[in-house]
């Protein structure tokens, strides 16, 4: 059984969390560790994972509206395949039953270093729940696919989700409807 605290600078496993968080994304994908951390307040909250007092990984989430962004979510690399990341999937899903979640992943691609990863993330979380929302976005030299639970997240809603969290960079998104570039 999982339990859930959220991250302050006074807990314990801090470290392992940063370690967690640097190690399981890409340098250009990932907000500087100490700007993550200090932004943490009521819209944009840290979530850590633990069996027993084992952290077994972390979700970063920022909230808009009626919108649940999961920005970051990351499973300790040595427990990674044994349902915790199903598991935290759903603890998320049920705190937020009453706002729509949404994800964004790498767009699949058959000529991408990493497709197979691609495709296996894409699968993961469609077999969660999330469904594709036909909407992506290009940023920062990476396509992305938007999906989502608990209804369909719309561009305009996701666009105005990254204009509060990421500010003025966040027009440097240019949106796709993926369903007409399939």
């Known amino acids: 059984m999982l339990t859930i605290k959220t991250a302050s ?3 314990k496993e801090i470290d392992e969390i940063r370690r967690l968080y640097n190690s399981s994304f890409p340098d250009d994908e990932r907000i500087p560790w100490h700007r993550l951390f200090h932004q943490l ?3 944009h909250i840290m979530n850590i994972f633990y069996e027993a007092e084992t952290p077994v990984g972390m979700a970063y989430l920022f909230l808009h509206e009626n919108l649940v ?3 970051y979510l990351a499973v300790e ?4 395949s044994r349902g915790y990341g199903t598991a935290i999937l759903h603890m998320i899903q049920e705190i937020w039953k009453n706002h729509k979640i949404v994800i964004d992943i790498e767009v699949i691609d058959p000529s991408a270093d990493n497709y197979e990863e691609r495709v296996s ?3 993961f979380y469609l077999h969660n729940g999330f469904e594709e929302t036909g909407t992506g976005y290009y ?3 990476v396509d992305y696919e ?6 369909i997240v719309t561009a305009d809603e996701f666009r105005s989700l990254i204009l509060k969290h990421w500010g003025p960079i966040a027009q440097n998104a240019v949106f796709k409807n993926l369903k007409e570039t399939l």
């Not at 690399?77 to 990674?80: A, F, G, N, T, V």
């Not at 938007?146 to 209804?151: F, Q």
């Open 77 to 80: 690399e040595k427990l990674r």
């Open 121 to 123: 993330r894409k699968q």
């Open 41 to 43: 307040d009521e819209s």
């Open 69 to 71: 962004y999961l920005g």
């Open 146 to 151: 938007l999906l989502s639970c608990n209804g």
């Open 139 to 141: 940023f920062y030299h």
């Open 9 to 11: 600078a006074d807990l």
